[in-house]
Structures are given as C-alpha cells and as structure tokens.
C-alpha cells in the first residue's frame, strides 16, 4: 500500500515538473515573440512622437484655414486692405473657393488630428507590450526557480524512496 501511495506521488511530482517545463517553454516562446530591447522601444516612441508633433502642427495648421475658410468676407476685406481689389465676379469665385475648401481643410484637420491619436495609441502599446515582456521575464524566471525546487525534491523523494526500500528488502 505504501509502495502504492510512493509511486502515485512520485508519479504527482513528476507531472508537476513536467508541466512546469511545458508553461516555460510557452512562455518563452510568447517572450520571444513580444521582447523588445530598451533602445528600441525608445527609439520607436521618440520616431513617433516627432511625426507625431508634425502631425499636430500640420492639423493646427488645416485647423486655422479651416476657420479663415468659414468667413471669406472678412478675408476679402483684409486682402482689399493691403492694396488688392477684387471685382464682384472675382469676390464671388472666392468666396466659393472658401466654401470648397473649407470642407477640405476640416477633413484634413479631423484625419491629421486622428492619426496622431493613433500614434499616441501606438506609443501607449508599445511601452505596455515592454512592460509586459519585462513581467513575463519576472515569471520566467520565477517558475524555473520552482521547477528547480520541485526537481530537487523529487529527487530526494526518490533518493528517500529508495533508501526505505533497501532498508525493508534488508530487513526481510
């Protein structure tokens, strides 16, 4: 009975180290996938912030057309005041051009503005997925600790296992 118990935890013992080694496995390879040197990361995120900064100025820009767009008279007016005249038909095809590009420059504005939280996005990831990788490197290490533990154990098990036995079969 006892030989029994022995063998179903020895056998118990085993499967946990065991399957210790095939979660390392997996997550070393998900490491693998997802690990990211810090300069890299850096580098990354500095790149996307300065097209992100361009990005942001050039949807200020579109933004500030966009509202000169919306009153083309007084652009008239302020052109006529340094000096430029305008006739009717020429005042009118302009401010029908402001109209048209009005709509331009809110579209630019609103599609430079959204990739630019895109990248901010982007940038949020990128650091998380580094922090991930830096925790899974954490557990990693962690779980091959125990499953070095859990090896030496069993191997005392054994070892203790054995020693039991010899001393029964001397005993009889």
């Given at each position: 009975?006892d030989?029994?118990?022995?063998?179903?935890?020895?056998h118990?013992?085993l499967?946990?180290?065991?399957?210790?080694?095939?979660?390392?496995?997996?997550?070393?390879?998900?490491?693998?996938?997802i690990?990211?040197?810090?300069?890299?990361?850096i580098?990354k995120?500095v790149?996307?912030?300065?097209?992100?900064?361009?990005?942001?100025i050039?949807?200020?820009?579109f933004?500030?057309?966009?509202?000169?767009?919306f009153?083309p008279?007084?652009?008239?007016?302020?052109?006529?005041?340094?000096?430029?005249n305008?006739?009717?038909?020429?005042?009118a095809n302009?401010?029908?051009?402001?109209?048209?590009?009005?709509?331009?420059?809110?579209?630019?504005?609103?599609?430079?503005?959204?990739?630019s939280?895109?990248?901010?996005l982007?940038?949020?990831k990128?650091?998380?997925?580094?922090?991930l990788?830096?925790?899974?490197e954490?557990?990693?290490?962690?779980?091959?600790?125990s499953?070095?533990d859990?090896?030496?154990?069993?191997?005392?098990?054994v070892d203790?296992?054995?020693?039991?036995?010899?001393?029964?079969?001397?005993?009889l």
């Amino acid at each position: 009975m006892d030989n029994k118990i022995d063998e179903e935890l020895r056998h118990y013992k085993l499967f946990k180290i065991q399957e210790a080694e095939s979660k390392i496995k997996r997550f070393n390879n998900k490491y693998e996938e997802i690990k990211e040197h810090i300069a890299i990361k850096i580098s990354k995120n500095v790149t996307s912030n300065i097209f992100r900064a361009v990005i942001s100025i050039l949807s200020i820009l579109f933004l500030i057309l966009g509202i000169i767009s919306f009153f083309p008279e007084k652009l008239i007016e302020f052109m006529e005041a340094d000096g430029a005249n305008f006739t009717f038909t020429a005042k009118a095809n302009l401010i029908d051009l402001a109209r048209l590009l009005m709509y331009f420059f809110i579209a630019f504005f609103i599609i430079l503005t959204f990739t630019s939280y895109l990248l901010r996005l982007n940038n949020r990831k990128r650091d998380n997925i580094y922090s991930l990788s830096k925790l899974l490197e954490e557990v990693i290490a962690y779980m091959e600790n125990s499953r070095d533990d859990d090896k030496r154990k069993y191997e005392q098990f054994v070892d203790l296992m054995a020693e039991r036995n010899r001393k029964k079969n001397n005993t009889l």
